[in-house]
């Protein structure tokens, strides 16, 4: 695949928390308006490692990190880089729903306020994002009712909605999915494959079928360490490497 | 079986502690309201005290513990809101947070007289102030700081971090995340503290008693700088001096009423005003 345009590239990634390492020697790259997934056991690192790219981890206490990542030529990781311009490009979904206990329409407008967006063109993005994220028909009635009373699978839906106002180019999804039901997960994937027209898209899952269902590339991690990281039609029938053949066979995980 | 009876058992010995809290508070409220009642009226509330405070009414009193109650609440909800901010949110976890807390708490745990002293030494004499509404105000707030800081310590704590994550991911500043989405959901809880506060506030004789109180004062206080007449001092002043007693003990009784039945109306104000906004953010 030629034209394969990189948007993110991650070389060499160390993360450290404390004395621990988290994250050893990842390199990766995001392909532009692809899907990206990873997959691997729990505590393989998967989250901490998306959580770099919107500089998400840098908040936490005596962590360190060392490697670079390119955001269109950028580095997100030097100390220089604006983490709130960053934020703005490379938008995050996480693994719990996490409205704010605001009205729908104000969670919405809530990130477009903070980007001085004019007053009147918010009602027109809040109905385009609600729409993108196909939430506009069961919610346009009642649009100033809290967001808390929205089921758990509507509610990620809005954090997608959130997510998508204020016109990210990235996405991160971090496990969007462990706390919905089976319909609510097949809706938040439709919606995935989507809006990777639009975006680039990053997946942390545990679910390797949703993984295969959504992704384009797939990223395979184990302890820390990138093990495989292919075409995701390659790897879910041909894995070149022996630990995730034998992680998608479900030997261990 | 056995299990059933211990059930029961307990049941009802939890049952009987609140049926003994729920006495004493009755009758306290009995016994205040019986003897206070009597004396009640509308020029009780609006008259000055005649006759050496064995008639009259005692509005100044009333006015006086309104002012100190405001003062240290407009002196201390921003302060200790504040410092518990800076405790909870910006300061990592560490050394410096814990002796900040440590000293906190400490300040809670300090009778409430070494405070009056520590106003007459501090705000009356050192900063000049007086005796006045204002270094009672101070000397109030000061008493009052640790509650309020510890309740909004623990108003922002439970707060959950995924708010915090999601505001932060839209590219909000730590700020702009404590003010818009963190503190609405605070607010409730911080309210609580302050209400708790108000009612410490109005109630507490020994830091007013070198700080702000006059056992009688003509008029009405005009400014910030003039010595004041207030409900718990003027109970305390009652009961221990004067020169007819048999009078003035009923005055004693109507003044406990009616600082009971103010602390109730601005909580019940406050709580009025934390539901309203509860709801708008709900």
Redesign the interface.
């Known amino acids: 695949m030629d034209d394969n345009k990189i948007k993110i590239e991650a070389k060499n990634i160390n993360f450290y928390y404390g004395q621990m390492q988290i994250l050893k020697n990842l390199s990766v790259n995001f392909y532009e308006n692809q899907v990206t997934a990873f997959i691997g056991p729990s505590g393989c690192g998967k989250s901490t490692f998306i959580r770099l790219l919107n500089k998400m981890n840098e908040l936490a206490p005596n962590s360190s990190v060392s490697g670079e990542i390119y955001l269109d030529g950028e580095n997100i990781l030097d100390k220089k880089t604006n983490a709130v311009k960053i934020r703005r490009k490379v938008g995050m979904v996480f693994q719990k729903p996490n409205p704010f206990s605001k009205t729908i329409f104000q969670n919405i407008s809530y990130g477009l306020q903070l980007c001085k967006t004019p007053k009147k063109l918010i009602p027109e993005i809040v109905e385009e994002s609600l729409k993108h994220a196909a939430l506009w028909n069961e919610v346009k009635d009642r649009l100033h009712k809290s967001a808390l009373e929205l089921s758990g699978g509507q509610q990620q839906r809005l954090c997608i909605a959130r997510c998508l106002a204020i016109k990210p180019e990235v996405i991160l999804f971090d496990e969007p999915c462990a706390s919905l039901d089976p319909i609510s997960t097949s809706k938040i994937e439709e919606l995935v494959l989507k809006l990777k027209k639009y975006y680039t898209i990053a997946i942390v899952t545990h679910n390797m079928q949703q993984a295969a269902r959504v992704s384009d590339q797939t990223a395979f991690m184990y302890l820390g360490e990138l093990i495989e990281f292919s075409p995701t039609k390659e790897m879910f029938v041909v894995p070149k490497e022996k630990k995730t053949q034998e992680y998608l066979s479900g030997r261990f995980g | 079986m056995k299990n059933k009876i211990i059930q029961q058992v307990s049941f009802l010995l939890i049952g009987a502690c609140i049926l003994i809290t729920l006495f004493f508070l009755a009758s306290l409220i009995y016994f205040i309201a019986k003897n206070g009642l009597p004396v009640l009226s509308w020029s009780f509330l609006t008259q000055p005290p005649k006759d050496a405070m064995s008639s009259g009414g005692v509005a100044p009193a009333i006015i006086g513990t309104f002012y100190l109650t405001l003062g240290a609440i407009i002196i201390a909800a921003p302060l200790g809101l504040a410092c518990a901010i800076y405790l909870q949110e910006y300061c990592?976890?560490g050394t410096v947070a814990s002796i900040i807390k440590i000293g906190v708490n400490n300040l809670a745990g300090v009778p409430s007289v070494v405070f009056g002293l520590f106003g007459l030494t501090f705000f009356v004499k050192f900063l000049g102030f007086g005796i006045s509404i204002l270094s009672g105000a101070l000397t109030l707030a000061i008493l009052i700081l640790p509650s309020i800081i510890s309740a909004s310590c623990e108003a922002l704590n439970a707060v959950?971090n995924?708010?915090r994550?999601?505001?932060?991911?839209?590219?909000?500043?730590q700020f702009?995340t404590i003010r818009?989405?963190v503190l609405?959901?605070a607010f409730g809880a911080v309210m609580t503290g302050i209400i708790l506060s108000i009612a410490r506030a109005a109630g507490e004789t020994a830091p007013i008693l070198f700080t702000a109180a006059a056992f009688y004062k003509r008029g009405y206080p005009d400014s910030i700088f003039s010595e004041t007449m207030a409900l718990p001092y003027h109970i305390y002043a009652l009961m221990t001096e004067g020169t007819n007693p048999a009078k003035q003990e009923p005055i004693a009784y109507g003044c406990a009423l009616i600082l009971m039945l103010m602390v109730f109306i601005i909580s019940l104000a406050a709580i009025f005003l934390r539901n309203k906004y509860r709801r708008k953010?709900?």
């Not at chain 2, 994550?165 to 500043?173: F, N, V, Y």
């Open positions: 990592q976890k959950p995924s708010i994550e999601a505001s932060l991911a839209l590219g909000a500043t702009q818009k989405a609405p959901c953010n709900g």
